[in-house]
């Protein structure tokens, strides 16, 4: 239900009553869903926690409040409002005859992974976490790969596409489609029911047909995972469908079909704008482009300075489980909260120059992909997609220029995704590639390529040997370290230590090193160990050596 009066929050005087006014008229205006951020700057300046009249909801804008309300999540806040869940919110301002009408988009958004706090969304990330292990994803990078040349090699010759219709779209779609288990031929049928569903979610005022529209799409979509989910019953694909749809005792029929929902409705989104939005902010910023083109082994830096920079979800909704207060005003307990994340990854207390994009951006906590308990479940297939898909735009055309000085905003104040890039291109004859693929053979940038990361298992480390050096590998959590190969007390081979946590051990006089960036915790050794850059590209491991390099 809507915020009573004696619920919405009193103004601060005549001055802060004009100043909310304002702010408010400037968020409701259309210009605002074409660039937000000298308006998300002014709120973020200005009145950091917001009452939004229109929007009616909590604003919050800093990084400090962002990142601990993301932290408390299932604790003190939750996705879903205590008696009507996650959506019923959006639909405060229907009369009650219209709002039963939209009962299905209601219950539909009651369950499910992004509806559901502890315990029951920590068993479904448990079931869905298993189609996006590293390794599942790493095996993805060819497929990928095979994909993006595909897609450019269609528009071979051409000098003019939309690289939204010819590429930034299609490939994530049909990379998920494998991953899911949607079948190719649904492309077209799949993304209308897509956005007919987010011009739902992704409003403030949805207006009674538009949210009537998007709920039909919503009915259709539900019938067409219904079907699909028994023929996979019956047939079992290699797929998250089928894994889902055989767990029927560990999860109801209705948090199945609203969990394959949420990855037809926003599993491709967020990978499409983060392609497009990082090519787009290239093109405005061509020193950048130089960098990269120059030095591809930033790539993994720049897909995470763009998801900052740009961020496909510029806010998320949270409702207060209790009375709380974020900064000096008090949210009340059910009263809803949009996390600006688009203002926090530009905040100046957190990011040092934040209007100014710097792929080699070191370091670079955005909350692009989210924090805590719902941190996107597809954050690293995304980023390995974009991490591909640049490069191969880049390898394949000389010059790259936008057709257009107006770019078109898809209009939706939750999702910031470009609607059409037409760009002009021109091909040359040479093509930019590697030299062999062999272990440590060097490439482009000073990197050396040691492998696929699936040969690197998940709490193991071994010592590799990189023009004459011993480097030691180590995986922790799915995230890759390399650093010198032997103990700075003693030259003692490390992969003869012991790993734990963020830590290795040498076995000899069992100093302890932090593997993140070399410091010593526990003595003798006085001395850190040196350090490497780690780069994954298409499922390889590249190492680019300090400078400062310990030769064992």
């Known amino acids: 239900m809507a915020a009573s009066r004696d619920d919405r929050p009193k103004s601060q005087g005549p001055l802060a009553g004009l100043l909310m006014r304002s702010i408010d008229q ?123 040349d595909e897609s450019l090699d269609r528009l071979d010759g051409a000098s003019e596409l939309d690289l939204i219709e010819d590429f930034a779209y299609p490939l994530p779609a049909r990379v998920l489609h494998r991953l899911i288990g949607f079948p190719d031929h649904d492309l077209d049928r799949v993304r209308d029911w897509a956005d007919l569903i987010t011009s739902v979610i992704g409003s403030n005022r949805v207006q009674l047909d538009v949210a009537l529209r998007g709920q039909q799409g919503l009915i259709e979509a539900r019938a067409y995972i219904r079907a699909l989910v028994e023929q996979r019953r019956h047939s079992p694909h290699d797929d998250l469908i089928s894994r889902l749809g055989l767990a029927q005792e560990q999860l109801s029929e209705a948090e199945l079909v609203n969990t394959l929902t949420t990855f037809l409705v926003g599993g491709h989104e967020t990978t499409t704008a983060l392609i497009s939005s990082g090519l787009l902010a290239l093109l405005d910023q061509p020193g950048e482009m130089a960098r990269l083109r120059a030095d591809p082994t930033l790539m993994e830096d720049a897909v995470e300075e763009f998801m900052r920079y740009e961020s496909p979800v510029q806010r998320v909704i949270r409702f207060a489980k209790r009375d709380i207060v974020v900064g000096d005003r008090e949210i009340r307990k059910d009263q809803p909260m949009f996390l600006m994340i688009g203002a926090a990854n530009r905040d100046p207390e957190r990011f040092e120059d934040p209007e100014r994009l710097d792929i080699g951006r070191r370091p670079n906590r955005h909350l692009g992909f989210v924090m805590g308990l719902h941190h996107c479940t597809g954050a690293p297939l995304a980023r390995l997609q974009a991490a591909i898909a640049i490069p191969a735009i ?8 936008s057709a ?77 370290h390399a650093l ?15 790993l734990e946590d963020q830590t290795v051990t040498c076995g000899l006089h069992y100093s302890r090193f932090d593997l993140r960036d070399g410091s010593v915790i526990d003595p003798p050794a006085e001395s850190p160990l040196v350090t490497h850059q780690v780069t994954i590209r298409d499922g390889r491991v590249f190492v680019r050596l300090s400078p400062a390099m310990v030769k064992s």
Request: hydrophobic share 35%.
């Open 26 to 148: 400037e968020l409701s205006a259309p210009s605002f869903l074409v660039d937000p951020y000298p308006v998300l700057r002014r709120l973020q300046s200005e009145e950091p926690v917001h009452w939004c009249e229109p929007w009616n909801a909590w604003l919050l804008s800093r990084y400090e409040d962002v990142d601990r309300i993301l932290r408390d999540d299932g604790k003190t806040v939750s996705t879903s409002r205590s008696n009507d869940g996650r959506m019923g919110r959006a639909f405060d301002h229907f009369s009650p005859s219209e709002r039963k009408q939209l009962q299905p988009v209601i219950d539909h958004y009651a369950v499910g992974l992004l509806s559901s706090d502890p315990p029951d969304h920590t068993r479904l990330r448990g079931l869905i976490g298993r189609a996006f292990t590293p390794q599942v994803i790493a095996g993805l990078a060819p497929f990928i790969r095979e994909v993006a």
């Open 394 to 401: 880049l390898d394949r055309y000389d010059t790259i220029r």
């Open 404 to 480: 257009t000085d107006t770019p078109e905003w898809y209009p939706n104040h939750t999702a910031r995704r470009l609607l059409r890039m037409p760009l002009i291109v021109t091909t040359g004859a040479a093509r930019s590639t590697g030299q062999d693929q062999q272990t440590g053979s060097p490439q482009r940038g000073g990197a050396h390529d040691i492998g696929l990361v699936a040969d690197f298992d998940v709490g193991t480390m071994r010592l590799v040997d990189i023009a004459g050096a011993s480097i030691l590998v180590a995986n922790v959590d799915g995230r890759i």
């Open 484 to 498: 010198q190969g032997t103990c700075s007390h003693e030259d003692y081979p490390l992969d003869d230590g012991e």
